[in-house]
T-cell receptor, first 107, second 112 residues
Framework: GIQVEQSPPDLILQEGANSTLRCNFS?????LQWFHQNPWGQLINLFY???GTKQNGRLSATTVATERYSLLYISSSQTTDSGVYFC?????????FGKGTKLTVNP | DADVTQTPRNRITKTGKRIMLECSQT?????MYWYRQDPGLGLRLIYY???????NKGEISDGYSVSRQAQAKFSLSLESAIPNQTALYFC???????????FGPGTRLTVT
């Protein structure tokens, strides 16, 4: 089945710093989503981005489908950005999740 | 109001008990999913349903069963709970032809 690898596994930042999270996947996909899991366990949809570039406030994402990777950019990080960021990819049946990047933003 | 709701949000049960987790959605989507998350890991698919009469096993269906009572309702049952089923359970929905999935708030289940 499709494999999803996220890097780095852990990231510690000072408030105000920028960061880039990466997601590599092993096959062509129809769906790629980025999620933020907050400390209470809730999954928050960030982007649906099987290809191209999208921006939402301080967050943006780019997926290069032909090269099978996606990047999530966080600019001017805030303590509320802390949590785990998941990339999930798939087709019509299911999503396969990576193991996530745990982000800690210190004040 | 939330589009995808799950009940209960937290549950502690004993080994051997039967337990049902429920999911309801008001998004009008036809596809529904149950995922499980273990600590430090991503989500894994338990079961999925493309409509009321369609039920499919995911990668970790052993020990679980599901029921699609209506287009808007999808329940997950643990017939005889065991401690290694302690996890965070998520329901998700999507619409045929649109791949994006929307997740509920999760149910934290502890089996003692």
């Amino acid at each position: 089945g499709i494999q999803v690898e996220q890097s780095p596994p852990d990231l510690i930042l000072q408030e105000g710093a920028n960061s880039t999270l990466r997601c590599n996947f092993s096959d062509s996909v129809n769906n790629l989503q980025w999620f933020h899991q907050n400390p209470w366990g809730q999954l928050i949809n960030l982007f649906y981005i099987p290809s191209g570039t999208k921006q939402n406030g301080r967050l943006s994402a780019t997926t290069v489908a032909t090269e099978r990777y996606s990047l999530l950019y966080i600019s001017s990080s805030q303590t509320t950005d802390s949590g785990v960021y998941f990339c999930a990819v798939g087709g019509s049946e299911k999503l396969v999740f990576g193991k996530g990047t745990k982000l800690t933003v210190n004040p | 109001d939330a589009d995808v709701t799950q009940t209960p949000r937290n549950r502690i049960t004993k080994t051997g008990k039967r337990i049902m987790l429920e999911c309801s959605q008001t998004k009008g989507h036809d596809r529904m999913y149950w995922y499980r998350q273990d600590p430090g890991l991503g989500l894994r698919l338990i079961y999925y349903s493309f409509d009321v009469k369609d039920i499919n096993k995911g990668e970790i269906s052993d020990g679980y069963s599901v029921s699609r009572q209506a287009q808007a309702k999808f329940s997950l049952s643990l017939e005889s709970a065991i401690p290694n089923q302690t996890a965070l359970y998520f329901c998700a929905t999507s619409k045929t032809g649109v791949y994006e999935q929307y997740f509920g708030p999760g149910t934290r289940l502890t089996v003692t």
